[in-house]
């Protein structure tokens, strides 16, 4: 028995070579949503290795799989979460609650493992912008202007600007 397993691993070191070759994961995928758009981290990548399986967490816990073509998701992300293509992600309806740290895993057998992180942030879209500007008239020689921005959501922002001297 203990000969087969070294004829095993012998075979394998030769076939793919004892350290493997390296998997490589590519993206474009930047992770910034509007609230309520789908989450969309597009992957592709390369291996030379056997069956790979490709493994996706949010914030360390893991929520799909995909191998041998077969995906397998977290019942609490069921129906929202999907693996298309090679292994992209997708999440639907996106939720302030699905800001996070998202990874991907890539192993292949006869592979070294390859790992890529994206942090995805859910924004709510800022609507009704006002601004307001005082003086409302300025004229050269005026000392300051301050500028207010606020929106229906809440946010206030001001600005002074003073003359130089």
């Known amino acids: 028995m203990g000969y087969a397993i070294l004829t095993a691993t012998l075979l ?4 793919y070579g004892k350290e493997g070759a390296a998997v ?3 993206s474009n995928s930047n992770g ?3 609230n309520g758009n789908d989450i969309s981290l597009d992957i592709s990548y390369t291996t030379q ?4 399986i490709v493994s996706w967490a949010i914030n360390g816990t893991s929520v799909a799989q995909l191998d041998n073509n077969i995906a397998t998701v977290l019942p609490s992300y069921t129906p929202r979460l999907s693996i298309i293509g090679k292994g992209s992600l997708l999440l639907s309806n996106s939720t302030k609650k699905d800001t996070g740290n998202y990874t991907v895993t890539i192993t292949a057998l006869g592979d ?10 859910v924004y709510d879209p800022v609507v009704n912008v006002t601004v307001t500007q005082s003086p409302q008239k300025v004229i050269e020689g005026t000392d300051f202007v301050n500028l207010s921005c606020s929106a ?3 946010y206030t922002e001001m600005v002074t600007w003073m003359k130089d001297g």
């Open 112 to 121: 070294t493992s390859a790992t890529r992180n994206f942090k995805v942030t």
């Open 49 to 52: 290795g056997l069956n790979p």
């Open 152 to 154: 229906s959501s809440g």
């Open 24 to 26: 490589t994961i590519n």
């Open 12 to 15: 394998l070191l030769i076939q």
């Open 32 to 34: 910034n949503v509007k």
